[in-house]
């Protein structure tokens, strides 16, 4: 089963660098008649998360309550996503952890793969005491996967455990994550993420990684 919306649709209209901007882009879509009703509700999860990471945690909540998630279970997945997502912006990690591992776990079922590799990589950073296992998990799901843009998830995940082995003060495991990540990168990722690999990289050396 396919996404509602290809993923390269949402990317499109996503600038995680202005909330704001992101937030236009997905009003702007929600009145475009190219979309059906379905899809709209795949796009109006997404407005809920540019809401969100500008602060409006209660009006991104309500608006995800509004959502029928009826037309596909992937819209579903997506809702239970972003739940998870404002719980953890706002301060409440422990009661995101759940809506994480439910989202892995239906999206998994639904082999909706690009966003149960989401999920695995939200659980890294919510569930800090079990982020490594998390991380771990999701590159070994991630990696397996035949979608590109889920393969990408890799680069992520092996950088955040790059930086979370640089907060530990182990350089030199940090320096084998942002190795992988660069290569993830340089195969399936952005200029951004090779870049953002190799400062890792960097980091390590000057602390003699």
């Known amino acids: 089963m396919g996404s509602v919306l290809e993923q390269s649709t949402l990317d499109a209209l996503w600038d995680f660098s202005d909330p704001a901007a992101s937030e236009a882009a997905f009003r702007r879509a929600l009145e475009d008649p190219q979309f059906d009703a ?11 998360r540019a809401i969100g990471l500008q602060g409006r945690f209660e009006e991104a909540d309500a608006l995800l309550d509004g959502i029928d998630c009826e037309p596909d279970p992937t819209i579903g997945v997506r809702v239970v996503l972003e739940r998870g997502r404002l719980l953890n912006s706002s301060g ?6 759940p809506l994480f591992e439910q989202a892995a776990e239906l999206g998994e079922h639904l082999g909706e793969e690009f966003l149960a590799a989401d999920a695995f990589h939200m659980l890294a950073i919510a569930d800090t005491e079990h982020a490594e296992s998390w991380a771990r998990a999701g590159i070994e799901y991630a990696s397996s996967s035949h979608s590109k843009r889920t393969q990408r998830w890799c680069a992520s995940l092996h950088g955040n455990l790059g930086w979370m082995f640089v907060d530990a003060g182990e350089p030199h495991r940090a320096l084998v994550e942002f190795q992988l990540a660069e290569q993830w990168a340089e195969r399936v990722g952005t200029p951004a993420q090779v870049e953002w690999a190799r400062e890792g990289i960097a980091a390590c050396r000057a602390t003699g990684g």
């Open 38 to 48: 379905a899809e709209r509700c795949e796009l109006a999860t997404q407005l809920g």
């Open 92 to 97: 409440h990690a422990a009661m995101a952890v």
